[in-house]
């Protein structure tokens, strides 16, 4: 009676071991929830529920991992600021551009060395036009042919000026460039009788200052100036000394009109360039050269034509 008791106590064990094992086995698929439940998504602004585009990175949910809240975005993206349009580049301004001498008694030669003949000089201060560099000679124009200077930092610099907005002004002035070099004649004959009539035996190699002007406004801008600097001085507008321009005339005294009064006491005219800078013919030859302190003394009066 004992060693049954003692089997159905072995009996009762088993089958408690083997209800024990079966329960663990089968729970997971009983308790676990189904597959297809997902976490809701929080609601967004218009109170439906789900997921939109907008701000999405892109690609499916990782099974089982709940999507990070996104922050509202705007329905439109923020305006970009416009592209500003490039500023145009400009251009430096053209000059007018001069040699300028360091020496007295400069010589200008016809071909670009020494071994060239010379066809005059300038000194120091004075100044012929630039056109070209060739080695070490600034080919320049004078006496109406092509010339050269040399190009020695010892001896030449080069200058600028502005260049006047009135083209006419310009063709004025590039008149008188050409006749640089020509030598000062008192009483040369004009080249025309103030009406534009050209008169017989004109030189135009042989100038004073007045039909230096009378030549270079007739070709450069079709103005016909008067015969003398003191008819001359009555033609053109009045232009206040402090607005003194490039292109204007200034008329001057002289020793021996100093004394005088009225237009008699005009002796000479010269073209202006510009800072302080004047194109003429005086005693010597035409020239570009500063105007002296002695020169200034004798200011009268500045007219302007173009």
Known sequence: MKKFAVQVVILVLAAAMVFSYTVICIAPFIASPSKETTNPLPDNSNGQQGNTDEGNSGGSDIEGVTPPILPDTPETSPALPEDEEDEPISEPEPKALYVRAKTNGLNLRSGPGTGYSSVGYIDKGDMVTFLAKEGNWYKTIYKNKTAYISANSTYTEIFEMELHANELVEKVIEEGLRLLGFPYVYGAIRLHDGAGNKIRNFDASKY??????????????????????????????????SDLARGDLIFFTNSQRYNKTGVERIGHVALYLGDNYILHTASDYAVIEQISTQRWSYYIETRRFV
């Open 208 to 241: 004073d200052c007045s039909s230096l002007m009378q030549y270079i406004f007739y070709y450069g801008a079709n103005v016909n100036l008067n015969m003398t600097t003191r008819t001359q001085v009555t033609q053109g507008t009045h232009v206040a000394r």
